[in-house]
């Protein structure tokens, strides 16, 4: 069964800085990972979604990288800003997701 | 954009009670998903569904049904209510393209049962 952790649960940084949120997973057998943003008590905007053949996407500030055969996923964010403030979700998978329980950000200005 | 809407944001529901959570996705897609969310435990998969009519266990399917008549519609039933549903219940749809399974949700159901 697939197992998903993420790394730190929780962190808190001044605004401006670049910082990475870390996932790993188990089972190596996924089609792709997506990365997800959850603001208190709303619903999962999908940020990212890596296929199993790519190994990196960038969107704007964002930039997530795969290593599938190390059970690896980065999310790298550059020049972090309070509007940042959020959960992020890691979510590896085929058909359907196996989710990481999250890394709480918090940016201060 | 995708848009994925639920029937309701808050619901607070009594215990015995038969309880319907409706989602509807306006794309077209194939797949539709119910998960729950509780704190420390993450979001877990309760069903889904590749298409009308047809249905698969998640991970925690006991105490919940689902029915999908229509492609854009999935339900998610309650059939007697109790306190340990008390939870955030989420949808989701993506599409089967071969090449991405990309996952959209909706705002999410508060449920509380009493």
């Known amino acids: 069964k697939q197992e998903v952790t993420q790394i730190p649960a929780a962190l808190s940084v001044p605004e401006g800085e670049n910082l990475v949120l870390n996932c790993s997973f188990t089972d190596s057998a996924i089609y792709n990972l997506q990365w997800f943003r959850q603001d208190p008590g709303k619903g999962l905007t999908s940020l990212l979604l890596?296929?199993?053949?790519?190994r990196e996407q960038t969107s704007g500030r964002l930039n997530a990288s795969l290593d599938k055969s190390s059970g690896r996923s980065t999310l790298y964010i550059a020049a972090s800003q309070p509007g940042d403030s959020a959960t992020y979700l890691c979510?590896?998978?085929?058909?359907?997701?196996?989710f990481g329980k999250g890394t709480m950000l918090l940016v201060s200005p | 954009d995708v848009k994925v809407t639920q029937s309701s944001r808050y619901l607070v529901k009594r215990t015995g009670e038969k309880v319907f959570l409706e989602c509807v996705q306006d794309?077209?897609?194939?797949?539709m998903f119910w998960y729950r969310q509780d704190p420390g435990l993450g979001l877990r998969l309760i069903y889904f569904s590749y298409d009308v009519k047809m249905k698969e266990k998640g991970d925690i399917p006991e105490g919940y049904s689902v029915s999908r008549e229509k492609k854009e519609r999935f339900s998610l039933i309650l059939e007697s209510a109790s306190t340990n549903q008390t939870s955030m219940y989420l949808c989701a749809s993506s599409i089967s393209t071969g090449q991405s399974y990309e996952q959209y949700f909706g705002p999410g159901t508060r449920l509380t049962v009493t």
């Open positions: 890596i296929q199993s053949s790519q």
């Open positions: 979510a590896p998978g085929y058909s359907t997701l196996t």
């Open positions: 794309m077209d897609h194939e797949n």
